[in-house]
């Protein structure tokens, strides 16, 4: 019972910065949600995992260069991301409700997806 949608991805130089968007709808926002990304013929990566009481867990891949936040009010969840690499580039996803609220978990609910491509 949850909708996502991405969207704010394209292309940026490295070094650059990019902020996307995932606005999510339904009658809960779950347990958590997440970001996660897949670059061709890699498995998908999880990048944070944000919890109900607005804390937040990073993989370490991102840490100190993707900032996430959630905005209630607006119904949207934004990282921004800062000092990207090439190897950012990917398919980025935003996803909702996991049992244990780990990267690694199955997750219920997923987004389409938007392109991030760094060059």
């Known amino acids: 019972h949850v909708q996502l949608v991405e969207s704010g991805g394209g292309s940026v130089q490295a070094g650059g910065s990019l902020t996307l968007a995932c606005e999510f709808s339904g009658s809960t926002y779950g347990n958590c949600m997440g970001w996660f990304r897949q670059a061709p013929g890699k498995e998908r990566e999880g990048l944070a995992a944000?919890?109900?009481?607005?804390?937040?867990k990073y993989a370490d891949s991102v840490k100190g260069r993707f900032t996430i936040s959630r905005d209630n009010a607006k119904r949207m969840l934004s990282p921004q991301m800062n000092s990207l690499k090439l190897d950012d580039t990917a398919m980025y996803y935003c996803?909702?409700?996991?049992?244990?609220?780990?990267?690694?978990?199955?997750?219920?609910?997923w987004g389409q997806g938007t392109q991030v491509t760094v060059s």
């Open positions: 996803a909702a409700e996991a049992r244990r609220c780990l990267l690694a978990d199955q997750w219920t609910y």
């Open positions: 944000l919890y109900s009481d607005g804390s937040v």
